[in-house]
Each structure stands twice: as structure tokens, then as C-alpha cells.
């Protein structure tokens, strides 16, 4: 069974920066794409990016995303890092790690077989 741990979450004020933690059961990260998505109230959920576990951790970003965020992984590949720079109100939302074995991103929630819990991330104007 996968589970995923988010932490890191808080809130923070527009500019700043946090860093999301996602831990994973056994070898999760070494054998299943993880990607973080964010949710807002009443929307549906969206991907912010994802890591793959071949090509030494081939990343993909939501255009959202691109140039502020960065996703990594530990050297032991258990923890997978969101890295949020120049943070922005609109970037408020509770952030969930997904995993999901299978080729390919996987662009959309429905793709995803494990979630966390989330964590709330909000960013004051």
C-alpha cells in the first residue's frame, strides 16, 4: 500500500517562498511518476508538476509553474520537495503529492492512484 505525507504548508506573504514536502512509503518515488497538484475551493483539482522516476527525474511544470517552482527528489528517493519561489496570492490552495505507476506525466487528477492528505499553502497579497 502507498501512502503519502505532505508537509511544509503554511502561509507566507506574496514574494516569499516555502518549500512542500512530500514523504513516501518504501520505494514510491523510485518506481512511480510524483506530481503535486493544488486545489482551490469549488475548482478542480490542477497539476503544478510532476517527477518522473527514469532518466534521473525528468521534471514537467504547469505553465503556472514554470520559473517559481521546483520539483525534486531526495538522493534516497523517499522525499519529493515542491519548491514555491515568488509566491503569489492566486497560488493560495491546499496542495496535495499524488504517485502513479504508468508511463507518461499524467496531466489530470483522475490519472493518479495515491494522494496524501494536502496541505494548505496561503499567500497574503
Known amino acids: ?3 503519502l505525507a505532505e508537509s511544509g504548508g ?8 516555502l518549500r512542500l514536502s512530500c514523504t ?20 478542480e483539482r490542477e497539476l503544478v508538476g510532476a517527477i518522473t522516476p527514469w532518466m ?3 521534471t514537467y511544470y504547469a505553465d503556472s509553474a514554470k520559473g517559481r517552482f521546483t520539483i525534486s527528489k531526495d538522493d534516497a528517493k523517499t522525499t519529493v520537495y515542491l519548491q514555491m519561489n515568488s509566491l503569489k496570492s492566486e497560488d493560495t490552495a491546499v496542495y496535495y503529492c499524488a504517485a502513479r505507476l504508468g ?11 495515491y494522494w496524501g492528505q494536502g496541505t494548505q499553502v496561503t499567500v497574503s497579497s
Open 24 to 43: 513516501a512509503s518504501g520505494s514510491t518515488a523510485s518506481t512511480h511518476v510524483m506530481a503535486w497538484f493544488r486545489q482551490v475551493a469549488g475548482k
Open 103 to 113: 508511463t507518461g506525466w499524467g496531466t489530470q487528477a483522475s490519472e493518479y492512484e
Open 56 to 58: 534521473a527525474g525528468t
Open 10 to 17: 503554511g502561509f507566507v506573504q506574496a514574494g516569499g517562498s
Open 1 to 3: 500500500q502507498v501512502q
